[in-house]
Nanobody, 119 residues
Framework: QVQLVESGGGLVQPGGSLRLSCAASGSMFMITVMGWYRQAPGKERELVATLTESGTIDYSGSVKDRFTISRDNAKNSVYLQMNNLKPEDTAVYYC?????????????WGQGTQVTVSS
């Protein structure tokens, strides 16, 4: 198993910033893709951003130019810097990783951290 521990959510005013962090732990797995998804009330979970171990980044169009994903491969950690937050960014944010072991890939999710953008 790979365990993902998130931190950094909270309440922020529109136009404000937050930084999410996620650390992965779990022996015998090779971490490949790391990233973030989010789920707003009444909506399906959606991609926010992902980053491969080689540096390829994928952003949702709604957050591009406002959010920045980064990772520290040595620490198996991924970060999401969120700037110019909007009320529509309000959601539970989930850390995600795809890990490899014994010729198979496995998907793992964090417990989620609430981000609320409101005045």
């Amino acid at each position: 198993q790979v365990q993902l521990v998130e931190s950094g959510g909270g309440l922020v005013q529109p136009g404000g910033s937050l930084r999410l962090s996620c650390a992965a732990s779990g022996s015998m797995f090779m971490i490949t893709v790391m990233g973030w998804y989010r789920q707003a009330p009444g909506k399906e979970r959606e991609l926010v951003a992902t980053l491969t171990e080689s540096g390829t980044i994928d952003y949702s169009g709604s957050v591009k130019d406002r959010f920045t994903i980064s990772r520290d491969n040595a620490k198996n950690s991924v970060y999401l810097q969120m700037n110019n937050l909007k009320p529509e960014d309000t959601a539970v944010y989930y850390c995600y990783t795809r890990a490899w072991r014994a010729l198979q890939f496995y998907d793992f999710w964090g417990q989620g951290t609430q981000v609320t953008v409101s005045s």
